[in-house]
Structure formats: structure tokens, C-alpha cells
């Protein structure tokens, strides 16, 4: 059975960067790591770690992205949960055999790992991202 790690990160949707980590790192004293512009994704994302995990601030770079729609339509918020898995083609499998509702019935590659999003109607209101790392 495909296993789950640990959080890997929890990402949370910001309209701008530098003002949100006046409270991130000013106030709470996580240490910024990075800021990466993310084309891809089409956002901007401050890296956070925190343990072995990390909170994500993501400041979407165009309004008609999936980020950039949540934002306008609840102005941010937290965004998803991030769980790395062992085996991630495994995971998938496993949840399509208990009738979970997915987002990417396979995982989607991407640099240094794979990637699959779980949809929040089977996963308590929650939209849940996979990892599996490939390096
Ligand atoms: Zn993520």
C-alpha cells in the first residue's frame, strides 16, 4: 500500500508577497527561504519551511489562473494541503478503488517530482495535493 509521508507544505494564497510576510516572518519569525517567480503556475511563491515541512505564500501573477480566481472571489485564504507520498501512481490507484473524486487521474511530472491534486468534495472540504519526489 502507498503511504503518506508527511505534510510537505500548506499553501496559502496572498495578493502580495512582501506585505503577507510582515506577518510570516516578522511576526511569527518563520525564516523566509525564497521567493521564486513560477511561470508554470503562474504565481510567485515565498518559501517558508517550517520542520520538515513549509508554508507556501502564493501570489498569483495572472487574475484568470486558479489561484488568481481564488483570490479575487475570497481574497486568499489558505489553498491546499500538500501530503508527500511514497508512490504516488499507487496512491491514485488506491483512492480510485474507494470511489475518491480526482482533479488529475494521473500524476502530472513535473522537475524534481510528481505531482496530483484530489478534489475537496472527497477530502473534507479540502483540496489535497500529492508529491512524490523523483529526486
Ligand atoms: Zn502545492
Same mark, same amino acid.
Given at each position: 500500500?502507498?503511504?503518506?509521508?508527511k505534510?510537505?507544505?500548506?499553501?496559502?494564497?496572498?495578493?502580495?508577497?512582501?506585505?503577507?510576510?510582515?506577518?510570516?516572518?516578522?511576526?511569527?519569525?518563520?525564516?523566509?527561504?525564497?521567493?521564486e517567480?513560477?511561470?508554470?503556475q503562474?504565481a510567485?511563491?515565498?518559501?517558508?519551511?517550517? &520542520?520538515? $515541512?513549509?508554508?507556501? @505564500?502564493?501570489q498569483?501573477t =495572472?487574475?484568470?489562473s %486558479?489561484?488568481?480566481k481564488?483570490?479575487? #472571489?475570497? &481574497?486568499? $485564504?489558505?489553498?491546499? @494541503?500538500?501530503?508527500?507520498? =511514497?508512490?504516488?501512481? %499507487?496512491?491514485?490507484?488506491?483512492?480510485k #478503488?474507494? &470511489?475518491?473524486?480526482?482533479?488529475?487521474?494521473a500524476?502530472?511530472?513535473?522537475?524534481?517530482?510528481?505531482?496530483?491534486?484530489?478534489?475537496?468534495?472527497?477530502?473534507?472540504?479540502?483540496?489535497v495535493?500529492?508529491?512524490e519526489?523523483?529526486?
Open positions: 500500500m502507498a503511504k503518506v509521508k505534510i510537505n507544505h500548506i499553501a496559502v494564497v496572498v495578493e502580495d508577497i512582501q506585505s503577507s510576510l510582515a506577518f510570516w516572518e516578522g511576526a511569527l519569525g518563520i525564516k523566509l527561504e525564497k521567493v517567480d513560477i511561470p508554470a503562474k510567485k511563491v515565498a518559501f517558508l519551511p517550517v &520542520g520538515e $515541512g513549509e508554508v507556501e @505564500l502564493v498569483p =495572472d487574475p484568470e %486558479g489561484t488568481g481564488f483570490l479575487k #472571489e475570497r &481574497g486568499g $485564504g489558505m489553498h491546499h @494541503l500538500c501530503l508527500e507520498v =511514497d508512490d504516488i501512481a %499507487g496512491m491514485l490507484a488506491q483512492m #478503488e474507494k &470511489g475518491v473524486r480526482l482533479i488529475n487521474e500524476p502530472l511530472e513535473m522537475e524534481g517530482r510528481k505531482i496530483a491534486f484530489i478534489h475537496p468534495k472527497s477530502a473534507s472540504g479540502v483540496l495535493e500529492l508529491y519526489l523523483t529526486r
